[in-house]
């Protein structure tokens, strides 16, 4: 069956086209897209209204699947994080997790395996077996691999099958024990504070055993205006690294905590006004590479609890789209770069063969309206769990449809 999706604001990062037209879809795979497409062989013709379609988001940094609430976000690719129950530090936890996917048909996902046996940063787990297995990245998640000599020799195996390492960057001695930004707000609420230093002391000593080993690296989830800076200087040189931010840090500062708000406790903390503004402007000039959700469902039996036994974590899914189009309609983000770092460079980094919207790929994306007002609402999340700090918080941009493989699989309202 062939669908044209006309009237739309096709929006493809890969080629920095930007107008109106039309996207045909033959099965499962873009037959056209394009101003000028002859549609006289749809059989169905769906009218965009002239809102945004543009390839399906990919989701680097998920700690859960929770497909019917990735889809209403508009992401069609899920990077699973190795922190589940089972550890994902070998072949077989890999190859059940992609065949689970490939079975479900509704949404992708691709595991992280972890970088060192059962995440423990001690022995280095077996990266070229998980590869081959269908890992696309290493990783022991919420925690930096603190052992400079096992991190360069993680960083020597895994260039030998170009596999990408994507390391926490936050410095383990510096951050022990401590749960919040070290600042004004934490001095005032007495809870320990984590310097912005413990990142880019991290980031730092990584990227000059990146540069030793000539490896791939991979920083998730940078949070302060120092740790930009310190993958600004890193790329100047030349070194082979990336790194992400999640959309929450770019809404919210450490102010946040006010009031101990355990919903807002996350890892890395929300830092300075300062920092969050440095996120976005990383983000604008290409500082920081890709835009991660942080998806973390926790029940309220875990986050209503005195912050410092209160879990870390909030869900991301279905309010990173809005969140990050915040900066976009104040100037200070263009949309097209905005949805380079949700849509191609992941796919780049990850050799994934989707992220675009080029003839003969996978019929894989999502229709938005950037400009539609609406309030996040914990009751009407669709995720397994309700932990978000932006409850009732206004908003502007949602999705409309979600294409999946072809098959509309989310639909607004």
Not at 18 to 40: Q, S
Not at 253 to 270: C, H, I, M, Q, W
Not at 300 to 308: G, S
Not at 396 to 403: D, L, N, P
Request: overall charge negative; some cysteine.
């Amino acid at each position: 069956m062939k669908t044209a999706f006309v009237n739309a604001r096709l929006m493809d990062p890969a080629t920095d086209f930007d107008g109106t037209g039309t996207l045909l879809v033959n099965g499962n795979i873009i037959e056209a897209m394009g101003k000028d497409v002859d549609t006289t062989s749809a059989d169905a013709t769906i009218d965009c209204g002239g809102r945004v379609l543009c390839p399906g988001f990919i989701d680097m940094r998920a700690h859960a699947v929770d497909p019917q609430s990735a889809l209403a976000g508009g992401i069609t690719t899920i990077i699973l994080q190795p922190n589940q129950t089972s550890v994902i530090d070998n072949d077989a936890t890999v190859e059940r997790i992609r065949h689970r996917s490939v079975d479900s048909q509704v949404v992708s996902v691709y595991p992280m395996g972890a970088a060192t046996q059962g995440m423990r940063g001690e022995q280095i787990a077996e990266i070229g077996q998980m590869q081959a297995s269908g890992a696309i990245a290493f990783t022991d998640c919420t925690q930096a691999v603190a052992d400079a000599k096992v991190m360069r020799r993680l960083l020597e195996y895994a260039s030998h099958f170009n596999a990408l390492v994507v390391q926490f960057p936050q410095n383990a001695e510096l951050s022990a024990d401590a749960i919040a930004h070290e600042g004004e707000t934490a001095t005032r609420l007495g809870l320990p504070g984590i310097p912005a230093m413990a990142e880019a002391i991290q980031i730092d000593r990584d990227t000059r055993l990146a540069e030793l080993t000539g490896a791939r690296l991979h920083f998730a989830l940078v949070s302060s205006r120092i740790g930009v800076e310190a993958v600004r200087t890193a790329k100047a040189r030349g070194a082979k690294v990336s790194c992400s931010t999640a959309a929450h840090y770019l809404h919210l500062n450490d102010n946040a905590l006010e009031g101990y708000r355990t919903f807002a406790k996350v890892s890395p903390p929300f830092r300075s006004e300062d920092d969050r503004v440095a996120l976005i402007e990383g983000l604008a000039d290409g500082t920081i590479d890709t835009l991660v959700s942080d998806h973390m469902p926790k029940s309220q039996d875990v986050k209503r609890l005195p912050f410092a036994q209160a879990a870390f974590g909030v869900v991301g899914f279905e309010t990173m789209l809005a969140l990050a189009l915040a900066p976009v309609h104040r100037g200070q983000l263009d949309l097209m770069t905005l949805l380079k770092a949700l849509t191609t460079t992941p796919a780049t980094l990850l050799g994934l063969p989707t992220g675009n919207l080029s003839p003969g790929s996978f019929a894989d994306f999502v229709i938005f309206d950037p400009n539609k007002p609406w309030r996040i609402s914990e009751e009407k999340l669709l995720s397994a769990a309700k932990n978000t700090p932006f409850d009732t918080l206004p908003v502007q941009g949602q999705v409309w449809k979600t294409i999946a493989d072809g098959v509309a699989v989310f639909e607004q309202g």
